[in-house]
């Protein structure tokens, strides 16, 4: 199955992405062992980027199994289609979200230029509190609340390419030629790695 969405945000919590009410359809028919992969903002850059996971520490052990293997996967995919040029990083607000938030394993994956990606790396290994923000977490918003720090203030430190979303800017004349070979390429191996129904 493969879906294409555009103009799904109505909000910025996971239960008002466009992405959740699919989940919710998957889970009410039952389909929760199917590997969900998200593309996102895959029109701008030539690195692939697999979002950290996320998950919640109060994951079953069972979920957290399906999630990992799907995400070691995800991993070999990435492998085969870019020999080796690729990174695992935290990505704000990625639909994935929606489906392990239904109990739905899903990964999710993005492209960054080279030099974004790079400096964005770097930045997320000096400093801690940037991935809690980015991902989300219960000690971000407790320490932005304590010390009246307005949500989204870690939207300075984003890769630009992720700062034109939902701009003016954020049109066709962002997208970069190289990414569509990166996609062809992930998307092949994807084929070449699953059995047809």
């Known amino acids: 199955r493969?879906?294409?969405?555009?103009?799904?945000?109505?909000g910025w919590t996971v239960t008002n992405q466009g992405a959740f009410g699919i989940a919710k359809t998957f889970q009410r028919l039952?389909?929760?062992?199917?590997?969900?992969?998200?593309?996102d903002a895959c029109g701008r850059g030539e690195i692939p980027i697999l979002s950290k996971s996320g998950l919640s520490s109060l994951a079953s052990a069972k979920f957290k199994s399906q999630f990992n293997d799907l995400y070691a996967r995800t991993q070999n995919i990435l492998k085969r289609a870019t020999d080796g040029r690729w990174m695992t990083l935290?990505?704000?607000?990625?639909?994935?979200a929606s489906f392990l938030a239904c109990g739905i394993p899903a990964v999710a994956i993005t492209l960054l230029p080279a030099e974004e990606a790079s400096l964005y790396a770097r930045k997320i290994n000096s400093d801690k509190s940037l991935e809690d923000a980015v991902m989300n977490r219960e000690t971000s918003k407790q320490k932005r609340i304590e010390?009246?720090?307005?949500?989204?203030?870690?939207?300075?430190?984003?890769?630009?390419?992720?700062?034109?979303?939902?701009?003016?800017?954020?049109?066709?004349?962002?997208?970069?030629p190289a990414s569509f070979k990166v996609m062809e390429s992930i998307l092949k191996s994807l084929t070449e790695s699953k059995t047809p129904c």
Do not use: A, C, M
């Open 2 to 10: 493969i879906f294409f969405t555009d103009g799904e945000e109505l």
């Open 30 to 39: 039952g389909i929760t062992n199917d590997d969900v992969y998200v593309f």
């Open 90 to 96: 935290p990505v704000p607000y990625s639909d994935n």
């Open 147 to 176: 010390e009246n720090i307005p949500d989204f203030s870690y939207k300075e430190h984003l890769p630009y390419t992720w700062r034109l979303f939902h701009t003016q800017s954020d049109n066709i004349d962002s997208l970069t």
